[in-house]
T-cell receptor
Framework: GAGVSQTPSNKVTEKGKYVELRCDPISGHTALYWYRQSLGQGPEFLIY????????DSGLPNDRFFAVRPEGSVSTLKIQRTERGDSAVYLC??????????FGQGTRLTVV | DQQVKQNSPSLSVQEGRISILNCDYT??????FLWYKKYPAEGPTFLISISSIKDKNEDGRFTVFLNKSAKHLSLHIVPSQPGDSAVYFCAATGNTPLVFGKGTRLSVIA
Protein backbone atom coordinates (compact mmCIF):
# COMPACT_ATOMS: atom_id res chain seq x y z
CA GLY A 1 0.00 0.00 0.00
CA ALA A 2 0.98 3.62 -0.41
CA GLY A 3 0.42 4.75 3.16
CA VAL A 4 1.79 4.01 6.62
CA SER A 5 0.48 0.66 7.83
CA GLN A 6 0.19 -0.33 11.48
CA THR A 7 -0.61 -3.78 12.80
CA PRO A 8 -2.55 -4.92 14.65
CA SER A 9 -5.29 -2.31 14.51
CA ASN A 10 -6.53 -3.45 17.93
CA LYS A 11 -4.75 -5.32 20.69
CA VAL A 12 -6.18 -6.45 24.01
CA THR A 13 -3.70 -7.85 26.49
CA GLU A 14 -3.60 -8.76 30.14
CA LYS A 15 -1.71 -6.66 32.65
CA GLY A 16 1.87 -7.83 32.92
CA LYS A 17 2.10 -9.28 29.41
CA TYR A 18 4.50 -8.26 26.65
CA VAL A 19 3.24 -6.68 23.41
CA GLU A 20 4.76 -5.71 20.08
CA LEU A 21 3.26 -3.12 17.76
CA ARG A 22 4.40 -2.94 14.16
CA CYS A 23 4.75 -0.01 11.77
CA ASP A 24 5.39 -0.23 8.02
CA PRO A 25 6.34 3.27 6.85
CA ILE A 26 5.95 4.71 3.38
CA SER A 27 8.64 3.26 1.15
CA GLY A 28 11.72 5.48 1.02
CA HIS A 29 10.85 7.54 4.11
CA THR A 30 13.90 7.71 6.33
CA ALA A 31 12.29 9.35 9.33
CA LEU A 32 9.89 7.36 11.49
CA TYR A 33 8.06 8.51 14.62
CA TRP A 34 6.05 6.80 17.32
CA TYR A 35 3.39 8.76 19.21
CA ARG A 36 0.86 7.75 21.87
CA GLN A 37 -2.58 9.29 22.11
CA SER A 38 -4.70 8.90 25.24
CA LEU A 39 -8.38 9.81 25.38
CA GLY A 40 -8.93 13.55 25.17
CA GLN A 41 -5.26 14.28 24.55
CA GLY A 42 -3.17 15.10 21.53
CA PRO A 43 -0.52 12.71 20.26
CA GLU A 44 2.47 12.57 22.61
CA PHE A 45 5.92 11.96 21.18
CA LEU A 46 7.65 8.71 22.15
CA ILE A 47 10.63 8.09 19.85
CA TYR A 48 12.06 9.19 16.50
CA UNK A 49 14.23 7.16 14.11
CA UNK A 50 16.39 8.53 11.35
CA UNK A 51 17.30 5.46 9.36
CA UNK A 52 18.13 2.60 11.70
CA UNK A 53 19.13 4.66 14.70
CA UNK A 54 16.98 6.25 17.38
CA UNK A 55 17.72 9.95 16.97
CA UNK A 56 15.55 10.94 19.92
CA ASP A 57 13.99 8.59 22.48
CA SER A 58 13.29 11.23 25.09
CA GLY A 59 9.54 10.59 24.99
CA LEU A 60 9.66 6.96 26.08
CA PRO A 61 7.96 7.00 29.51
CA ASN A 62 10.15 4.36 31.17
CA ASP A 63 12.38 1.37 30.46
CA ARG A 64 9.41 -0.93 29.81
CA PHE A 65 9.15 0.75 26.41
CA PHE A 66 11.60 0.01 23.63
CA ALA A 67 11.55 0.41 19.85
CA VAL A 68 13.69 -0.92 17.03
CA ARG A 69 14.09 -0.31 13.32
CA PRO A 70 16.83 -2.78 12.36
CA GLU A 71 16.80 -2.28 8.59
CA GLY A 72 15.70 1.33 8.43
CA SER A 73 12.19 0.46 7.28
CA VAL A 74 9.75 -1.47 9.48
CA SER A 75 9.73 -0.51 13.15
CA THR A 76 8.48 -2.40 16.18
CA LEU A 77 7.43 -0.78 19.44
CA LYS A 78 7.82 -3.21 22.33
CA ILE A 79 6.18 -2.84 25.73
CA GLN A 80 7.14 -5.14 28.59
CA ARG A 81 5.09 -5.87 31.71
CA THR A 82 2.15 -3.87 30.40
CA GLU A 83 0.12 -1.76 32.81
CA ARG A 84 -3.45 -0.48 32.53
CA GLY A 85 -2.07 3.04 32.10
CA ASP A 86 -0.40 1.94 28.86
CA SER A 87 -3.84 1.70 27.24
CA ALA A 88 -3.92 4.22 24.39
CA VAL A 89 -3.78 4.55 20.62
CA TYR A 90 -0.21 4.17 19.41
CA LEU A 91 0.44 6.14 16.23
CA CYS A 92 3.31 5.75 13.82
CA UNK A 93 4.30 8.39 11.25
CA UNK A 94 6.93 8.53 8.53
CA UNK A 95 8.41 11.46 6.69
CA UNK A 96 10.51 11.84 3.56
CA UNK A 97 13.12 14.46 2.80
CA UNK A 98 10.72 17.23 1.85
CA UNK A 99 7.36 15.96 2.97
CA UNK A 100 5.09 16.34 5.93
CA UNK A 101 4.68 13.49 8.40
CA UNK A 102 2.12 10.89 7.28
CA PHE A 103 0.40 8.91 10.01
CA GLY A 104 -0.87 5.36 10.09
CA GLN A 105 -4.31 4.55 11.42
CA GLY A 106 -2.90 3.61 14.80
CA THR A 107 -3.01 0.56 17.06
CA ARG A 108 -5.52 0.71 19.89
CA LEU A 109 -3.94 -1.05 22.87
CA THR A 110 -6.15 -2.06 25.76
CA VAL A 111 -4.56 -3.53 28.87
CA VAL A 112 -7.08 -5.33 31.09
CA ASP B 1 4.22 21.90 30.59
CA GLN B 2 2.17 22.22 27.41
CA GLN B 3 4.21 23.84 24.67
CA VAL B 4 1.28 23.84 22.24
CA LYS B 5 -2.14 24.76 23.58
CA GLN B 6 -5.56 24.48 22.05
CA ASN B 7 -7.80 25.99 24.69
CA SER B 8 -11.14 25.17 23.07
CA PRO B 9 -11.89 21.46 23.31
CA SER B 10 -14.89 21.81 21.01
CA LEU B 11 -16.51 24.16 18.52
CA SER B 12 -19.89 24.05 16.74
CA VAL B 13 -20.46 25.99 13.55
CA GLN B 14 -23.33 26.14 11.07
CA GLU B 15 -22.74 24.88 7.57
CA GLY B 16 -21.60 27.70 5.29
CA ARG B 17 -20.22 29.85 8.10
CA ILE B 18 -16.59 30.37 9.05
CA SER B 19 -14.83 28.05 11.51
CA ILE B 20 -11.92 29.54 13.44
CA LEU B 21 -9.68 27.21 15.42
CA ASN B 22 -7.02 28.72 17.65
CA CYS B 23 -3.65 27.56 18.88
CA ASP B 24 -1.03 29.12 21.17
CA TYR B 25 2.56 28.04 21.68
CA THR B 26 5.23 28.86 24.23
CA UNK B 27 8.48 27.68 22.66
CA UNK B 28 10.09 30.50 20.67
CA UNK B 29 12.31 27.95 18.88
CA UNK B 30 9.32 26.62 16.94
CA UNK B 31 9.57 27.75 13.33
CA UNK B 32 7.13 25.53 11.46
CA PHE B 33 3.50 24.95 12.29
CA LEU B 34 1.01 22.44 10.98
CA TRP B 35 -2.64 21.55 11.28
CA TYR B 36 -3.79 17.95 11.21
CA LYS B 37 -7.33 16.66 10.96
CA LYS B 38 -8.42 13.40 12.57
CA TYR B 39 -11.52 11.30 12.00
CA PRO B 40 -12.44 8.51 14.46
CA ALA B 41 -10.43 5.30 14.03
CA GLU B 42 -8.04 6.97 11.60
CA GLY B 43 -4.63 8.53 12.02
CA PRO B 44 -4.16 12.31 11.79
CA THR B 45 -4.11 13.65 8.23
CA PHE B 46 -1.99 16.65 7.27
CA LEU B 47 -4.10 19.65 6.32
CA ILE B 48 -1.99 22.80 5.98
CA SER B 49 1.24 24.28 7.31
CA ILE B 50 3.01 27.59 7.70
CA SER B 51 6.61 28.59 8.11
CA SER B 52 7.58 31.28 10.61
CA ILE B 53 8.77 33.51 7.76
CA LYS B 54 5.15 33.90 6.65
CA ASP B 55 2.07 35.21 8.40
CA LYS B 56 -0.54 33.61 6.17
CA ASN B 57 -0.92 30.52 4.03
CA GLU B 58 -4.02 29.67 2.05
CA ASP B 59 -5.16 26.44 0.44
CA GLY B 60 -8.68 26.43 -0.92
CA ARG B 61 -11.15 26.78 1.94
CA PHE B 62 -8.37 26.59 4.53
CA THR B 63 -6.22 29.50 5.68
CA VAL B 64 -3.68 29.49 8.48
CA PHE B 65 -2.60 32.74 10.11
CA LEU B 66 0.52 33.11 12.25
CA ASN B 67 1.16 35.90 14.72
CA LYS B 68 4.74 35.34 15.91
CA SER B 69 4.78 38.18 18.43
CA ALA B 70 1.72 36.74 20.14
CA LYS B 71 2.87 33.13 19.60
CA HIS B 72 -0.56 32.42 18.19
CA LEU B 73 -1.89 30.74 15.10
CA SER B 74 -5.35 30.10 13.81
CA LEU B 75 -7.00 27.97 11.16
CA HIS B 76 -9.91 29.43 9.24
CA ILE B 77 -12.28 27.21 7.28
CA VAL B 78 -14.72 28.98 5.02
CA PRO B 79 -17.29 27.97 4.07
CA SER B 80 -17.55 25.17 6.63
CA GLN B 81 -19.01 21.89 5.40
CA PRO B 82 -20.43 18.91 7.36
CA GLY B 83 -17.50 16.78 6.13
CA ASP B 84 -15.16 19.12 8.01
CA SER B 85 -16.48 17.70 11.30
CA ALA B 86 -13.42 16.11 12.93
CA VAL B 87 -10.79 16.75 15.60
CA TYR B 88 -8.21 19.32 14.54
CA PHE B 89 -4.70 19.23 16.00
CA CYS B 90 -2.24 22.08 15.93
CA ALA B 91 1.41 20.96 15.82
CA ALA B 92 4.74 22.74 15.92
CA THR B 93 8.39 21.95 15.34
CA GLY B 94 11.75 23.64 15.55
CA ASN B 95 13.95 20.95 14.04
CA THR B 96 12.41 18.60 16.60
CA PRO B 97 9.70 15.95 16.45
CA LEU B 98 6.26 17.46 16.13
CA VAL B 99 4.67 18.71 19.35
CA PHE B 100 0.87 18.51 19.29
CA GLY B 101 -1.89 20.35 21.08
CA LYS B 102 -4.79 18.46 22.66
CA GLY B 103 -7.07 19.09 19.72
CA THR B 104 -10.36 20.87 19.06
CA ARG B 105 -13.43 18.89 18.04
CA LEU B 106 -15.22 20.76 15.25
CA SER B 107 -18.87 19.99 14.56
CA VAL B 108 -20.37 21.53 11.44
CA ILE B 109 -24.13 21.49 11.66
CA ALA B 110 -26.20 21.27 8.50
Amino acid sequence: GAGVSQTPSNKVTEKGKYVELRCDPISGHTALYWYRQSLGQGPEFLIYFQGTGAADDSGLPNDRFFAVRPEGSVSTLKIQRTERGDSAVYLCASRGANTEAFFGQGTRLTVV
Amino acid sequence: DQQVKQNSPSLSVQEGRISILNCDYTNSMFDYFLWYKKYPAEGPTFLISISSIKDKNEDGRFTVFLNKSAKHLSLHIVPSQPGDSAVYFCAATGNTPLVFGKGTRLSVIA
